[in-house]
């Protein structure tokens, strides 16, 4: 994923228990049913986090399968070794997807759940994938549609930005939601050296129980925590309410609720 350092102290629980339910589990769950994990198969899932697809993707594995959980945070790691169900079939590793340190065709499978825009060269990464990838395996990924798309996170952004005007938190455009353009995407799958590359646009509900749930997900499980502290924040209480506001004022306060839209991406 992005710097280890925006990954630490607090941020990867409050990630996984505020921003999880939020935004991620109706992807993890269209993930693993895409993945479909046939029997013998080896599974390897790049940028985890704190395990959230790695959950999803335990449920339907067949006995003789092996899942190997991975990210280049430790931190996230840690917090999905005691959210996923302790597990024969499951190991967990610190690895940068873009120095994979398997062998040639390890893998019949690789899952990606939002990880691969926070990549530095997607297109070693990429190539990293297809190389461990046995012949005839699947790369499965998903990315944010842009913010556009996203209207949440958008807001969140939006008011954001209006609070920093001289020196703006940029994460939310720039990483997240900043990898979306289709032919892109399409072209650093076949720099990669994959031959086939399938996009879908995919949408589900964007819900959290309240606007203040809403707003502490991004504010303190997510990079823009550590972006507030670089800018003199040592308390985020008063820029979370102050999103959380916004947030209640235009989707809800209790539930907060819109939509969100990613794409999917099938490469082989």
Excluded at 42 to 71: F, H, M, N, Q, Y
Excluded at 89 to 114: H, M, N, W
Excluded at 248 to 255: D, L, Q, S, Y
Aim: glycine share 8%; proline share 7%; with cysteine.
């Amino acid at each position: 994923m992005s710097s280890p350092v925006a990954f630490t102290g607090s941020v990867p629980r409050t990630y996984h228990t505020y921003l999880g339910p939020m935004i991620f589990d109706d992807y993890a769950h269209d993930m693993a049913r895409r993945l479909a994990v046939r029997e013998g198969e080896r599974v390897l899932e790049l940028a985890c986090g704190t395990g959230i697809v790695t959950r999803e993707i335990v449920k339907t594995l067949p006995k003789s399968a092996k899942l190997l959980a991975t990210d280049l945070n430790q931190a996230m790691l840690d917090v999905a070794k005691v959210e996923v169900a302790d597990d024969y079939r499951v190991t967990y590793q610190a690895v940068d997807a873009c120095e994979l340190p398997f062998g040639d065709g390890s893998f019949e499978a690789i899952a990606c759940q939002y990880g691969v825009m926070f990549f530095p060269d997607k297109v070693k990464a990429m190539a990293a994938a297809k190389r461990v990838l046995a012949p005839g395996g699947r790369y499965i990924f998903n990315v944010w549609d842009s913010l556009e798309h996203n209207p949440i996170p958008r807001a969140v952004h939006e008011t954001l930005a209006a609070m920093f005007p001289v020196n703006p938190i940029p994460f939310l455009a720039k990483t997240p939601y900043g990898y979306s353009d289709r032919a892109e995407i399409e072209r650093v799958v076949q720099a990669g050296g994959f031959g086939k590359c399938m996009t879908e646009t995919v949408g589900f509900p964007c819900t959290a129980p309240t606007a203040q749930d809403a707003a502490k997900a991004w504010c303190e499980g997510t990079p823009i925590l550590a972006a507030l502290a670089e800018r003199g924040v040592s308390d985020p209480t008063p820029v979370r309410q102050a999103v959380a506001k916004v947030l209640g004022e235009k989707f809800g306060e209790r539930p907060c609720k819109s939509t969100m839209r990613a794409v999917v991406v099938t490469a082989g």
